[in-house]
């Protein structure tokens, strides 16, 4: 949706903000026994979030009809404020992830899942940003997707779902130099 400068630029802010409060309190309940878990279950679900950005981006922004209306202005429009407003994705993340998690679990193992989860969706929209507003350097990564997202938009919409990563198109068969 269509956002004001602060609504768009808040993920920023606070998404660093929790993840570092999220993380502090989840090592400290983990302690010193559990710590190593904890990061290992951080990264597990970190490198989760490059499958669930492509499925999101695949089957979400390209056939809900609400959202993939959004969608389409955002690859017409690639610069205007566009996005999923913080205290709604942060939302999504809490009812999604952190709370069955810890229901089920406990709030350190719910606070490493939601912290990968999180630190990888900050990535994405880190990501998503600096290709849409910055001109990175040839040949360097961030070139690269940025060349492989100008394609998505311009060429082939039903190629490159991954921002972040190549890795689930290739997988799936929908990567497009």
């Excluded at 969706?121 to 849409?132: D, F």
């Amino acid at each position: 949706m269509q956002l004001g400068l602060i609504g768009y630029y808040s993920d920023f802010v606070v998404y660093p903000l929790v993840i570092a409060i999220l993380g502090v309190a989840g090592l400290i309940e983990a302690g010193e026994e559990g710590a190593p878990d904890w990061v290992g279950t951080m990264m597990i679900c970190l490198g989760l979030w490059t499958l669930i950005e492509y499925v999101l981006h695949r089957f979400v922004l390209h056939h809900v009809p609400w959202i993939r209306d959004l969608h389409d202005r955002h690859h017409v429009e690639e610069r205007s404020p566009v996005g999923t407003p913080t205290w709604l994705s942060l939302g999504v993340h809490a009812l999604v992830a952190f709370l069955p998690v810890w229901v089920v679990s406990d709030f350190a193992t719910a606070s490493a899942v939601s912290c990968g989860l999180m630190l990888g969706y900050l990535w994405y929209i880190s990501v998503h940003h600096m290709i849409h507003h910055w001109h990175p350097a040839h040949p360097s990564y961030l070139y690269t997707l940025k060349r492989r997202h100008a394609v998505h938009h311009h060429i082939d919409d039903n190629a490159n779902f991954g921002v972040t990563s190549i890795f689930w198109d290739r997988i799936f068969g929908t990567a497009r130099l």
